[in-house]
């Protein structure tokens, strides 16, 4: 029986391999594991030092040019490799030249251009990646969890200036990246290559970033005592070693964050290229706080409130935005940067983000006086729709309708790019409701409605409901009425008393928006067994209240006990967005108070409400169209 050749070469690289791992090292076969062909184990002095990672052995008879080697490999089994936690070190071997080549490879995926939906990739290597017993002898002294991770630097510098200027890059990184760079090693697929050509006046800088290049400001004048500093510090640094030293910090940003957040605090206030912008900033910014190196992020804020760097102040306190736990920290800095900064343009962000902040708190006297400031230092905020959908918003929870109607409808006509639209004319809707212009309101709902439609999404249930609510009220000749609260409490407060339906009935028509009248007019004739009365009455104090958990959940029952059937999934649909799968266990409680309904009917319905809100979750509830939640104001007291 012929031998397969692959199964030939295979058994050729892994003998010739073994030789290669030192004797004191252990070395087991992996039987048929998906990537993985060998473990390796390191040992010093007979000890092990728990030091492991796992080679992937790819054997091949190819002609090899100039010690070139190329191996297709599978995009997935790279991106596999990305998620091991230890390290893999991809080595070919070629039978023809009884030769190793070697690349760690847990970062390979990111550092080649991969087309969409392309399944394999060619892994090229040459003399740069040759690997031998001495490679293993010095991993044992270098290897750490990370090297895989590890960054190649390399210089191609000639005359004795550029030689100076790359000893003096390079001693910076040794400070802050000392067991995060390889030399020239080409093991380490990430690489920055920086370029120094020396002219008559200086330097000229070139960086390409795994492929990515850049061309930096040239240094001007040759400053041998400079770049010739034994020991390096940013109290002698040049404008131009801050550039590189920028892009390096960003290179290394993801692999050292602490070291780089805090060498960036060196140079951010000499660098003030191009290439420190506000995308790069907002990156650094967010990804220090997603891995939480608050400490170091603040104090970069720090760095540019002394220097009054407000473009960077700006983008980098962005990060600590919300965020419970550093959203003080977010609104003491502005306020700081207030008091710092001269006015400006850009003094006209930090007071809108201020405003914001007190109005999320809803301290609204103080987020007026910053929206306001935001227009003095940039009257273009005036035409932004945002500005006047912001102030609407707090305008809105302020109770002052009347004037969040025009905020918002001023906001509609800016927003010409349809940004925030259909969004916008929901909550204008909802000031035309609280002023009692149901006509308008619903006309505006129904706009809403429209809209979400043909963007091929399912309207919000509530938002649906706001529109038939409307309809109802005119037709009960509610529409801009006089309305009268302090009426309307007060004859709730007579009926809570007197439990008189018909006293309910007069608070109501007296201002149609008491959700607590409606509520308990419910309530009363639930008692009375009057269910179909029971479910319109709490139906609109539900969607009066939208928040009110109880209620909504009541209203739900009231959808069961008067055979409302067609609320019945809007309304469980709703409860699901609104309150999440916990909803369930109210519902429960409610059915379980319920003695006039069997055990084994309430068993079934928890049964087939839970099956419904799985495939709700897996299938509706994605394609909804669902704005933030109005912010009701409850009138009268209980």
Known sequence: MKRVEQHIIEEESRKAFALLVPDAWVANDFTKDYGKDIHIEIFTNHNSTGKTFIVQLKGTSQNIKEG???????????????????????????????RFWGIWANNLLDCLKIKEGQATVLIKLDTKHFIDRDFFNRLESSFTKEISKRIQVVFNSKSNYEKAFERRIIRWIEKYYPNSYGLDCAYYPFKISISLNEYDKGLKVKIDINGDKYVLENISDKEYSFITSPIVDSSAMNKAESEILFFITSAFLHLSPQSSLQLLQKILALYNGAYKNEFTLLEIGYFAASKNYMFE?????????????????????????????????????????????????????????????????????????????????????????YWWHEFAGMLFVSEHYFYAERFYKKSIELDTEKLNLPFTHALYADCLLWQGKYKDAKESYHYFLKEVVEMDKMPSPYQSMLHDMCNEFIKMGFNETALDKSLSNELYHNAYESKDIDIYKKSIEAYPLNYYAWRELGYLYESKGEFYEAFYALKNAAILSEVDRET????????IRAEQAEFFNLVFVQLLFQFGDSILNDINDLLSNSTDIPFKQKEVLIDNLLESAKDLNESVVDNIYIPSPMVMRFFGDK
């Open 297 to 385: 992020l603040q104090k970069l804020i720090e760095v540019t409130l002394k220097e009054k760097l407000i473009k960077d102040f700006n983008c980098l306190n962005s990060a600590l935005f919300g965020n419970n736990i550093t959203i003080e920290s977010y609104k003491d800095n502005l306020i700081r940067a207030n008091n710092i900064f001269p006015d400006s343009e850009d003094k006209g962000v930090t007071s809108y983000n201020l405003g914001n902040v007190y109005r999320i708190q809803n301290e609204f006297l103080f987020a007026v006086h910053y929206y306001n400031l935001a227009r003095k230092h940039n009257p273009e905020y005036l035409n932004r729709y």
């Open 68 to 98: 070139k080697i190329a191996i297709p490999l599978a995009v997935d089994m790279l991106s596999y490799y990305k998620s091991l936690d230890y390290p893999v070190l991809l080595v070919f071997y070629s039978t023809n030249e009884k």
């Open 552 to 559: 909504w959940v009541h209203f739900f029952f009231m959808c």
